[in-house]
């Protein structure tokens, strides 16, 4: 795995964005300890320069760390498996890599949150002239440093534990989850179910929110948004593991997200995880507009047009997401007549 | 705290980037307003800064410290972003003039008015009497690299007066004319005062330093800005 070309890549994307984001946040730390807005003196005025300077930087470091995610993502879900021994996707590499993988995929996730709220952020302090939360966006920055660190470390590691790992076995990780989340004592509510509502239920209300951000933004708190968003992302990735994937696979038992990325299933969950992806995001932008207006009124103006378009990218996603999920299972009730798992 | 308008430079100082005391120090401790309705002059020898004031008056060059204000607002230390979009409320002549040698005087002139959001007729309106009052009608379709010297330079105030700026900076805008043009230069730079612009020249021309149209005289002597001969308040 260690001279596979996505795993180079994928390094020098990190490489890249450490780098970037190292500088920015050394300058950042100046903003956020030193900022002076009223003071027109030299160290002030140098201060300022940074802050554009670590603006610019970090935006590159933003970039990079996304195409990093992307690229470790693109390994796992189908540019890996193939050098891992008895892997078939995804499941597989990530059971090669421990406990590393999924905490590596968590701590990006939280770490990319972060940049993506500070970008939020960081734009609409370019509308105003006077720097108004040039302070806060230097914290929010700061702030995706451990989480980067952490993800950073653990890709490492990840990667490592996959070069030295013996055979897996895809299948034997997927059936065993299967006989573990389907109705034993410690489960007396089916994870299928739960997952199948919270993500439908959840879905909704962001849809109504979505739609409340684009007719009457700044209406309602962003944090909402953002929580519902997690929360029903968790839903929604179960859901497509347990309910929606059966139709792609078109077996019962066979609760993979993985082999959905795979080019047999045509890559769906490119699509699928992607839509998610841009939900939470999006959410996230609406909470960090909403903070932004909340503590620097004279972005108000700004702030309402982020969340507003920001409303139209969560429910073209939904949509999207929607589609990419249900579809096959739609189309599949159309011609048998029949639900493949009977969730009601 | 007062707000001024027109332009004003508060405790501006500018030195040029360097390690440690090779900085040079170019400006020091600059303060003085220039008003609407007047036009400025400032005089110097040759190296005294004159030319990096101008710079830092049009947001070219950042100060080192202190700022400089356009109506009470702190442009000097705004964003590139809106530094450029204020910028499009000042009319520029260079020294070395800095126009498009490969395209016509009308072009030259049709570059300032793009940013704005004048009409197409109305463009077309304003680069014709900029180029009557250049003395300039007949060379409209001319490139500029064809033209004279001073013709050039009468080309580089009629771009920085077509878009009827606020604020007009220019250096040695008189160089290279003779008496006659030099006159109408000092009459446009006075008919856009008395439209409210704030103009500020930095020249060496005694045709400029006894005109009677400068409202403000002031001489730099080693990076400090002193009142000149001559100096009036501002009306």
């Known amino acids: ?50 802050a554009e300077i670590a603006s610019l930087l970090a935006d590159g470091s933003f970039a990079c760390f996304t195409a990093a995610a992307v690229l470790g993502l693109m390994g796992v879900a189908v540019g890996w498996h193939p050098v ?50 040039t302070r806060s966006a230097g914290r929010m920055l700061l702030t995706a440093a451990p989480f980067l660190l952490l993800a950073v470390y653990s890709s490492w590691q990840a990667l490592m534990h996959a070069e030295s790992v013996p055979a897996v076995s895809c299948c034997a990780a997927v ?47 962003g944090a909402v948004t953002a929580a519902i968003a997690i929360v029903w992302s968790v839903g929604a990735s179960a859901a497509v593991k347990h309910v929606w994937s059966a139709y792609y696979y078109q077996v019962l038992s066979h609760p993979c997200p993985w082999c959905l990325f795979l080019p047999d299933y045509h890559g769906a969950g490119f699509l699928i995880f992607g839509c998610m992806a841009v939900i939470v995001m999006k959410a996230v932008a609406v909470w960090s507009a909403d903070s932004a207006c909340r503590r620097h009124p004279q972005l108000a103006k700004a702030a309402h047009r982020r969340r507003h378009r920001s409303g139209w990218r969560i429910t073209w996603a939904l949509i999207g997401f929607t589609i990419a999920a249900a579809g096959p299972a739609i189309a599949w009730r159309l011609s048998t007549g029949a639900w493949m798992k009977d969730l009601f | ?41 400032i005089t110097g020898e040759t190296g005294a800064g004159k030319s990096t004031l101008l710079h830092l008056l049009a947001g070219l060059l950042r100060p ?20 450029d ?97 030099a006159i109408g230069v000092i009459g446009q730079l006075r008919t856009a005062v008395e439209a409210g612009a704030a103009a500020v020249v930095c020249s060496q021309d005694p045709r400029l330093k006894s005109s009677p149209a400068v409202h403000q005289h002031y001489h730099l002597i080693s990076g400090r800005l002193h009142p000149g001969p001559g100096h009036q308040d501002p009306p």
């Not at chain 1, 260690?2 to 920015?24: D, K, Q, R, S």
């Not at chain 1, 996707?89 to 996730?109: D, E, H």
């Not at chain 2, 959001?117 to 003395?135: E, H, K």
Request: proline share 5%.
């Open chain 1, 1 to 50: 795995m260690t001279w596979h070309p996505l795993t180079w890549a994928f390094w020098a994307a990190v490489a890249a964005g450490i780098l970037l984001y190292g500088i920015a946040a050394v300058r950042a730390m100046d903003v956020f300890l030193n900022w002076q807005p009223d003071c027109a003196e030299a160290h002030q005025l140098r201060r300022e320069h940074g």
């Open chain 2, 85 to 181: 979009r204020w910028r499009r409320r000042v009319g520029i002549v260079f020294q070395h003039l800095a126009l498009v040698p490969d395209i016509t005087a009308a072009e030259n002139l049709l570059l300032a008015l793009l940013p704005g959001s004048t009409s197409w007729s109305g463009m077309q309106a304003a680069i014709r009497r900029q180029l009557v009052d250049a003395d300039l009608a007949d060379l409209a379709q001319t490139p500029a690299g064809e033209m004279s010297g001073g013709q050039r330079q009468r080309l580089a105030v009629a771009r920085a007066m077509v878009a009827a700026p606020r604020f007009i900076l220019a250096d040695e805008p008189t160089a290279f004319q003779d008496d006659a043009h």
């Open chain 2, 1 to 41: 705290m007062e707000m001024k308008t027109g332009l004003e430079c508060r405790s501006l100082d500018f030195a040029w980037p360097g390690k440690h005391k090779a900085a040079r120090q170019v400006l020091t401790d600059v303060s003085t307003t220039f008003s609407p309705g007047t036009l400025s002059l």
């Open chain 1, 175 to 221: 059936y065993d989850r299967v006989l573990t989340s389907s109705g034993g004592p410690a489960y007396p509510i089916r994870i299928p179910t739960l997952s199948f509502w919270v993500h439908l239920i959840g879905g909704m209300v962001l849809m109504v929110l979505a739609i409340f951000e684009i007719r009457a933004a700044g209406r309602m708190p």
């Open chain 1, 84 to 133: 891992v021994p008895g892997a078939m996707c995804g499941t597989g590499v990530l059971q090669a890599m421990g406990s590393y993988g999924r905490q590596a995929m968590i701590f990006w996730g939280i770490g990319l949150a972060i940049l993506a709220a500070w970008r939020v952020l960081d734009r609409l302090n370019r509308r105003h002239p006077e720097w108004a939360a």
């Open chain 2, 64 to 83: 080192t410290a202190g700022e400089v204000r356009a109506d009470g607002r702190a442009v000097s230390r705004w964003p590139a972003y809106h530094r």
